[in-house]
């Protein structure tokens, strides 16, 4: 599968899962905007990308949860490059604490920068993709779109609610050609989950050890961490499938943490 001059726009993408995603779809043929909150970083992603093949990635700064940077954002990369045929909504964090003790602040906040993010984003690149009667939205959720963890109220509750959304948009996406699907990793080794395992360590009482073998890994078939290449592949099967056939569906990438 290629996507050869397809226009995509990966949020969350100067690290971590979104910059691996941007770099698989840059060797597919696709141009590529890193859109992220740290435009310096975003800048550095877009400036390897172009090393290796010119002009095939952008830098825009995007806060997810600003509906003004979002569409301006959009805006930047179809005056450049004339349309959206993919999106991914990577842009994510992660905090931890027992829902008794889960600040309102920071629930708020959770769900602002996944659901709202996710939300914003979609609306704002369905129309172009509506004009050319083509388009893939991909949302990345989590295994905890599936099932529960203690500590992740938030987390799970948003990643849960992009499986809706997803469902919603390629109901009223089909007639327009437009899929949407939904990724649900397992543990990858990110900075992301990196600063989870000191604080699941110490709100669960054990070591960092066994955080990771237990709580991470104890679930899967090999006791290894999905990689973002994984990921990757993944995003790549979703953004150049090439009908309806393949929609409104889930994908678990997690070496069998979550099966189904």
């Not at 992220?36 to 952008?58: E, F, K, T, V």
């Not at 600003?66 to 805006?75: K, L, N, T, W, Y």
């Not at 397992?186 to 360590?201: D, M, S």
Request: hydrophobic share 50%; aromatic share 4%; charged share 15%.
């Amino acid at each position: 599968m290629d996507l050869i001059d397809k226009t995509c726009i990966v949020t969350g993408a100067a690290s971590g899962i979104g910059l691996g995603i941007a770099r698989r779809y840059a060797s597919a043929g696709a141009k590529v905007a890193i859109a992220d909150l740290n435009l310096a970083a975003a800048q550095l992603a877009a400036d390897d990308l172009n090393a290796a093949r010119s002009g095939c990635a952008m830098a825009v700064a995007m806060d997810v949860t600003s509906e003004e940077q979002v569409d301006a954002g959009i805006a930047a990369v179809v005056g450049a490059w004339g349309t959206v045929d993919v999106l991914v909504a990577n842009a994510g964090i992660q905090i931890v604490n027992p829902v008794q003790d889960f600040a309102f602040a920071d629930w708020k906040r959770m769900l602002a920068i996944h659901l709202d993010g996710a939300f914003l984003t979609s609306k704002a690149v369905m129309p172009h993709m509506i004009a050319q009667k083509s388009g893939a939205v991909i949302l990345m959720g989590s295994v905890h779109s599936k099932t529960a963890s203690p500590l992740k109220s938030a987390y799970v509750t948003a990643k849960h609610g992009l499986l809706g959304l997803a469902r919603t948009i390629a109901r009223e996406g089909g007639q327009h050609g437009i899929r949407a699907n939904v990724i649900c990793p397992g543990f990858v080794r990110t900075p992301l989950v990196g600063k989870q395992i000191p604080e699941q360590a110490s709100e669960l009482g054990i070591t960092e050890d066994e955080v990771i073998k237990k709580v991470m890994l104890g679930q899967t078939v090999d006791g290894e961490f999905t990689s973002i290449e994984d990921v990757a592949e993944v995003a790549l099967l979703f953004a150049a499938f090439p009908t309806n056939a393949l929609t409104g569906q889930s994908l678990v990438v997690s070496h069998g943490w979550f099966m189904e």
